[in-house]
């Protein structure tokens, strides 16, 4: 599964409503992934992100969340035309630093049409990019450079993980129609170190993070209407991902993830193995969205409840995607002991999602 509707900007909204005479390719169970090819761009598809999220201690010895996100859309406009002006794909980016401190999330958003050199999603290769907004793969990991309003990011990831491929091998199930499914993998425990610098100031941080690289031509079911997802790096060395598709009730469509155990053992959570109920709701200020920050989460066997780093860490992206949503840094616990930390996303809560 995962994530983002591409509506907004008058060039996405089109895009919206328009791309449904495109042939876009299936998804379909059984094709194996393949490395390094698919780190990079699969322009043929309706949607694809790369998506980094987490947790960074400072040389000043604070604990912020960080997220970076690049999206690709296949528009369905002007495919025949040779013009390299023709908007064909458009990128979207999302950056957020969470600092409690500051008491609500920062962040920034860029969008441009894919092309003369001043956005670009490499195909064979993970290398991203909008105006000096980055995110590169090489032999030495994934290398972001953000220059935000408000911050800048100069990170690196380093994998410490082999692939957590989601589902069967990468082919990852989002309803009970077989079509209803992306391709999907992620790499949990990655060594984040680096700068991040906050109104000027800058810090050297370390910390883990987790990535996800998810494509697919499917809109989400007509019956959903949005989704409640999270990604954790288990204190263990182990790695968790659960999500639900909501229904228009607020009950569960569909369901799933995996689990990575701390001796390396990958393991599929099947929809029935998947639970979130709610702990405690947060009301935005500025959209007045109602969100369930805090969550009680039944994955196969373990039971962890999910508290925010800040309430405020919601991301208004109407300018660029369309939709407001909650993405935060997020605490795991099982009892008294920090069982872990990741990132919790919760969508559909503002109006449900289209596309």
Same mark, same amino acid.
């Given at each position: 599964m995962r994530r983002r509707g591409f509506l907004a900007s008058p060039l996405a909204l089109l895009a919206a409503q328009t791309s449904a005479a495109v042939a876009y390719p299936a998804v379909r169970p059984g094709l194996a992934l393949e490395f390094p090819r698919d780190h990079g761009s699969?322009?043929?598809?309706?949607?694809? #992100? #790369?998506?980094?999220?987490?947790?960074?201690?400072? +040389?000043?010895?604070?604990?912020?969340?960080?997220?970076?996100?690049?999206?690709?859309?296949?528009?369905?406009?002007?495919?025949?035309?040779? *013009?390299?002006?023709?908007? &064909?794909?458009?990128?979207?980016?999302?950056?957020?630093?969470?600092?409690? +401190?500051?008491?609500?999330?920062?962040?920034?958003?860029?969008?441009?049409?894919?092309?003369?050199?001043?956005?670009?999603?490499?195909?064979?290769? &993970?290398?991203?990019?909008?105006?000096? #907004? +980055?995110?590169?793969?090489?032999?030495?990991?994934?290398?972001?450079?953000?220059?935000?309003?408000?911050?800048?990011?100069?990170?690196?990831?380093?994998?410490?993980?082999?692939?957590?491929?989601?589902?069967e091998r990468g082919y990852s199930r989002k309803g009970p129609e077989s079509r209803q499914a992306s391709y999907y993998y992620s790499r949990p425990q990655l060594a984040i170190d680096g700068s991040v610098s906050v109104k000027g100031?800058?810090?050297?941080? &370390?910390?883990?993070?987790?990535?996800?690289?998810?494509w697919s031509s499917e809109a989400l079911a007509g019956a959903a209407s949005g989704w409640d997802w999270v990604g954790l790096n288990l204190a263990d060395g182990g790695a968790l991902m659960a999500f639900r598709i909501r229904d228009r009730s607020g009950g569960t469509f569909w369901a799933g993830g995996a689990l990575r155990a701390a001796d390396g053992g990958d393991h599929v959570l099947e929809p029935g193995e998947i639970r979130f109920d709610p702990l405690r709701r947060w009301r935005s200020p500025r959209t007045q969205v109602e969100y369930p920050v805090a969550l009680r989460?039944?994955?196969?066997?373990?039971?962890?409840?999910?508290?925010?780093?800040?309430?405020?860490?919601?991301?208004?992206?109407?300018? *660029? &995607?369309?939709?407001?949503?909650?993405?935060?840094?997020?605490?795991?616990?099982?009892?008294?002991?920090?069982?872990?930390?990741?990132?919790?996303?919760?969508?559909?809560?503002?109006?449900?999602?289209?596309?």
């Open positions: 699969h322009p043929n598809f309706r949607t694809e #992100w #790369w998506y980094i999220t987490g947790w960074a201690k400072g +040389s000043d010895g604070i604990e912020r969340g960080l997220q970076i996100t690049f999206f690709r859309s296949r528009t369905g406009i002007g495919e025949d035309n040779p *013009s390299r002006f023709a908007p &064909t794909q458009l990128l979207f980016a999302h950056a957020a630093l969470a600092d409690a +401190s500051n008491g609500h999330l920062l962040h920034d958003q860029r969008a441009a049409r894919a092309g003369l050199g001043l956005a670009e999603a490499a195909i064979g290769q &993970t290398d991203v990019h909008i105006d000096d #907004w +980055s995110l590169k793969l090489s032999d030495a990991g994934y290398v972001v450079s953000v220059a935000a309003r408000d911050f800048r990011f100069a990170l690196r990831f380093q994998p410490r993980q082999p692939l957590l491929l989601q589902g100031r800058a810090l050297e941080v &370390t910390g883990k993070a987790w990535l996800d690289h998810e989460l039944r994955a196969g066997d373990a039971t962890y409840e999910l508290e925010p780093l800040m309430d405020d860490q919601e991301l208004d992206s109407r300018a *660029s &995607t369309g939709t407001i949503y909650w993405e935060g840094a997020v605490r795991a616990r099982e009892g008294n002991r920090l069982a872990g930390e990741g990132y919790l996303e919760l969508t559909g809560y503002w109006k449900p999602l289209r596309f």
